[in-house]
């Protein structure tokens, strides 16, 4: 209703029915990301997903896994340190 935006949901059901979602397009990629092990190997495009992701939720993306093996996961921080 007053235009602000809030990162967090409504409490009440009622305050859905003012909520307006906001939509965030970003560019694809037609690179093959598959198995890729390192950050800076992926596509620009992903790059820039991954780290707008990160602003979104503020939460720092840890591990990303590009394929279903262990070792198609990239380690970008240690979670546990």
Request: aromatic share 8%.
């Amino acid at each position: 209703e007053d235009g602000s935006v809030v990162d967090v949901p409504p409490m009440a059901a009622e305050g859905y029915e003012k909520a307006e979602p906001q939509y965030v397009s970003m560019p694809g990629w037609s690179e093959n990301s598959f198995g890729v092990t390192s950050f800076e190997e992926l596509p620009q495009a992903a790059q820039n997903y991954i780290k707008r992701l990160e602003e979104i939720t503020g939460v720092p993306m840890d591990i990303i896994s590009t394929g279903p093996d262990r070792n198609e996961t990239m380690i970008l921080r240690n979670p546990f340190s």
